[in-house]
């Protein structure tokens, strides 16, 4: 998460007719407006490795697959995100052109800067969406990943992938290698 970019509260309406016109992606959390950083190589090269693989394995189903510039709103928290991707299979989702509200699954790709932010703030948000069946968190630096399932019982459960092993994401169906992961990605 970047800087607060203003110390104006914001409403959700003033916010989504000002952030269009900006030059850089803001998140909205519950009145405050935050500017988002730039991502490094890694980040996005693993980013678009996750969509792209989760895009051709869900092409025949009525998912969608969505990169970072896709909002998301959390109703709960009065929150607005882009997330890292997104998976969606709601038909209201699919109608709605530019905010999803309905994921199935959410990834985010760790970085210093936005570690913390992503595993507590924003989980505890990601956590109010019903839809929400797995969040998963990708550590460029350890190449490992943490998988949080909701169960049945609706508690998140966490199932850690360490570095090399391949990663499972239940809620798709989808069991990814570590290399199609990490493809083109250099070892630091």
Known sequence: MGQ??????????DYLAWEPAQAERHEYIDGEVFAMAGAEDRHVTVSMNLA????????????????SDMRLHVAAANSYFYPDVLVTC?????????????????????????????????????????SLEEYVLIDLDTRSTDCFRKGEDGLWV????????????????????????????PEV
């Open 4 to 13: 607060a970019a203003q110390k104006i509260i914001f409403t959700a309406a």
């Open 52 to 67: 792209f693989a989760l895009r051709q394995h869900l092409s025949s189903s009525p998912c969608r697959t969505y990169m």
């Open 90 to 130: 709601s038909a209201l989702d699919l109608a709605s052109p530019m905010v999803k509200t309905e994921p199935k699954l959410i990834a985010e790709v760790l970085s210093p800067s936005t570690g913390a932010y992503d595993r507590g703030v924003k989980f505890s948000h990601y956590r109010s969406i019903a």
């Open 158 to 185: 966490l199932h850690p992938f360490a570095r090399g092993e391949a990663v499972s994401l239940a809620s798709v169906a989808l069991e990814l290698s570590a290399a199609q992961l990490f493809a083109e990605v």
